[in-house]
Each structure stands twice: as C-alpha cells, then as structure tokens.
C-alpha cells in the first residue's frame, strides 16, 4: 500500500495555472493506477483524471478535458496535475487516490485549490 501526499494547491486568478503534485511512499508506485480527485463545498467528491500504472491509457473528465493534464514519472513516485485555464468552479480541495487490484484504495490528505479574482 502506498501513502500519497499531495502539494501545489493555493489562490489563482480566472484563466490562470497551478501544477499539483502527489509524492507516494512505501510500495511500488509502478503497480498503481492513479487518479486526482476534487471535492467542491457542498459537492460529492468527482474524478478528473485517470492514469494507468504505465501511463498508457489515460481519461479525463469532460468539464477538464482539453484544460488539464496528467502525467507521472514512476523513477520519482509522482503524479501530476498540470491546471490550465482554471475557472471559478474548478475551485475545489484535490486528492490524488491510488489503485491496485486487491489492495485497498489509498487517499492523500489533499490540497486546497481556489479560483478567484
């Protein structure tokens, strides 16, 4: 099982960038599939992105498709959000969740991303 640690969240205007990032610990990163999460207030929490463990197929939801990007270096435990022209409404707190089959899903503790002018 690994642990996740989210960072990069914080305050950006309308049209603006952040890249969030998630460090995992304690397993072979290679076996997970990874996704990013968000849970706007009053909101059920949604995914916004998929990736594979190899990297290979990747999915996006379609209120973030053609604005954000995931990625992941399996050589440095990472995961990656890059968060193009960000609006009011992709304000949010953002975890990473980590998956593998029989082992359970593991959450990070998330990072707070706000979109205001």
């Known amino acids: 099982q690994v642990q996740l640690v989210e960072s990069g969240g914080g305050l950006v205007q309308p049209g603006g960038s952040l890249r969030l990032s998630c460090a995992a610990s304690?397993?072979?990163?290679?076996?997970?599939?990874m996704g990013w999460y968000r849970q706007a207030p009053g909101k059920e929490r949604e995914l916004v992105a998929y990736?594979?463990?190899?990297?290979?197929?990747?999915e996006y939801a379609t209120s973030v498709k053609g604005r954000f990007t995931i990625a992941r270096d399996n050589a440095k435990n990472t995961v990656s959000l890059q968060m193009n022209s960000l609006k009011f409404e992709d304000t949010a707190v953002y975890y990473c969740?980590?998956?593998?089959?029989?082992?359970?899903?593991?959450w990070g503790p998330g990072t707070r991303v706000t979109v205001s002018s």
């Open positions: 969740k980590s998956n593998r089959f029989g082992s359970p899903p593991t």
């Open positions: 304690g397993d072979t990163f290679a076996l997970y599939s």
């Open positions: 990736i594979s463990s190899s990297g290979s197929r990747i």
